[in-house]
């Protein structure tokens, strides 16, 4: 099976570069794989699906029970608890695929917009529906207020059996969520205490949305697992996330202060969105940390690109390159080629959008903006859970390496406190 690669060849790095940092990588590797490091007790995720057991057969069944009782459900969740299962839902069903699949798939408490709740509550009014409700904390308020709108409609729509219709993926014993659901008798699933929400997809938080919308969870497993095994190679020159993580840290060094996560597949444009908050919750703190940004090309060639291209050396890029594209297209012959394009006729569209990262590639690297390439050899769940994982585990390193904790995210807090008082919260 072809596997997933790093091409450091236009990131402007020397060799002699990558052998200084080597030893730091090494040993921010080691501190995390022997649970060294600080919040060592929030790494649960690294053998999380060796240990997953019975929930990956209790997720199986209530994707059963609810296959022919749903025409959509609602993912209530905020950050770590449904950046993931977004970007895999769209990602693998692919663009516009709530028009196209069964059962559509809505996301709500990520936001405190009446306007986006009202709007939902009548897309799904007369559709048959599910909720799946995730909070670790069981307290975030855009997800609990969204949660009391919602679970008023089902209870208004389904009376009792509206229990059952409820999913609940949160703590083990502790918060609010907890105590409805148990008061309600809401099937629950279970976040680990050893993980962090922005670590969570290769939990129920992602698997059991994944489950629901027909996703391959086994195969999302078995990236996991691939990535597991590989990725805790101590061998800098055989690990690409070592790799990754050194050139990141380089780059930052360098004085780069924006990386951005490139695609050129808009069904992946929220994979970006889970990477940033990956990125940016886990070393955005002590005043260090490099922004992490998205675009996505050719897109945003036509607005964000004049600044990659010409604006201020801060940036460098991180391409996620698709290698195989699935349900591509062939540009058609015109008879009378008035836009002159007959010489691209016959071309699948996979092939051009490979030409215009070859080029921008090019163009940016002549406009001394460092470009690294991740290649995947195809977009499924075997690659997508293998993609997280290596995200994870980067940036874990990365972080550990730039002596940062990586699992903590007290800034979080502070627009919390402020809001809470304004509110008049006793
Ligand atoms: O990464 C994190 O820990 C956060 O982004 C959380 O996922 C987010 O704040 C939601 O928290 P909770 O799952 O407790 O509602």
Redesign the pocket.
């Known amino acids: 099976m072809e596997n997933i690669t790093l091409n450091l060849d236009g990131s402007f790095i020397s060799k002699q570069e990558m052998e200084n940092i080597k030893s730091e990588i090494i040993a921010a590797h080691e501190l995390l794989l022997n649970r060294e490091g600080v919040s060592s007790d929030m790494t649960g995720w690294i053998d999380y699906v060796d240990r997953i057991g019975d929930e990956y057969e209790e997720i199986m069944s209530a994707k059963e029970y609810i296959k022919d009782k749903c025409e959509a459900f609602i993912v209530l ?5 449904y950046l993931g299962a977004k970007a895999a839902i769209e990602a693998i069903r692919g663009d516009f695929h709530n028009e196209i699949e069964k059962p559509a798939v809505y996301f709500a408490g990520q936001n405190l917009s009446g306007s986006y709740l009202k709007k939902l509550k009548e897309v799904v009014s007369n559709k048959e529906i599910c909720l799946i409700v ?7 308020i855009e ?1 609990a207020l969204s949660f009391r709108v919602l679970k008023e409609l089902m209870e208004e729509k389904y009376m009792d059996e509206s229990k059952k219709r409820i999913f609940v993926v949160t703590d083990k014993n502790r918060g609010a969520l907890k105590k409805i659901s148990d008061l309600n008798g809401y099937k629950t699933f279970v976040i680990p205490d050893d993980i ?3 670590y969570s997809v290769i939990t129920p938080v992602g698997l059991l949305p994944m489950a629901f919308a027909n996703l391959n969870v086994q195969e999302f497993l078995n990236g996991l697992k691939s990535g597991a095994e590989e990725y805790k190679n101590s061998c800098f020159d055989e690990n690409i996330c070592c790799q990754y993580a050194a050139a990141r840290n380089i780059l930052n060094r360098r004085g780069k202060e924006v990386e951005i996560l490139v695609n050129y597949e808009p069904s992946c444009i929220s994979i970006a969105e889970w990477w940033k ?1 990956l990125f940016g ?1 886990s070393e955005g703190k002590e005043g260090k940390g490099l922004f992490p940004a998205s675009l996505n090309f050719t897109t945003d060639l036509h607005s964000m690109g004049q600044f990659v291209q010409e604006g201020r050396k801060i940036i460098f890029e991180t391409t996620l390159n698709i290698e195989n594209r699935r349900d591509d297209m062939v540009v058609p012959f015109d008879d009378r080629d008035f836009d002159g394009l007959n010489y691209i006729s016959g071309k699948p569209f996979s092939y051009i959008n490979q030409k215009a990262f070859e080029g921008t590639f090019m163009a940016h690297s002549e406009g001394e903006v460092p470009g690294i390439i991740i290649n995947v050899p195809e977009m499924n769940e075997y690659y997508l859970g293998k993609i997280f994982y290596f995200f994870m585990m980067s940036c874990a390193i990365s972080g550990y390496t730039n002596n940062i904790d990586p699992f903590t ?1 007290p800034g ?1 807090e502070h627009y919390k406190k402020n809001m809470f008082s304004l509110l008049g919260k006793r």
């Open positions: 969740g905020i950050g770590g608890s995730i909070s670790k904390s069981g307290t975030t997800t962090g929400g922005r908050q919750e995210q979080v």
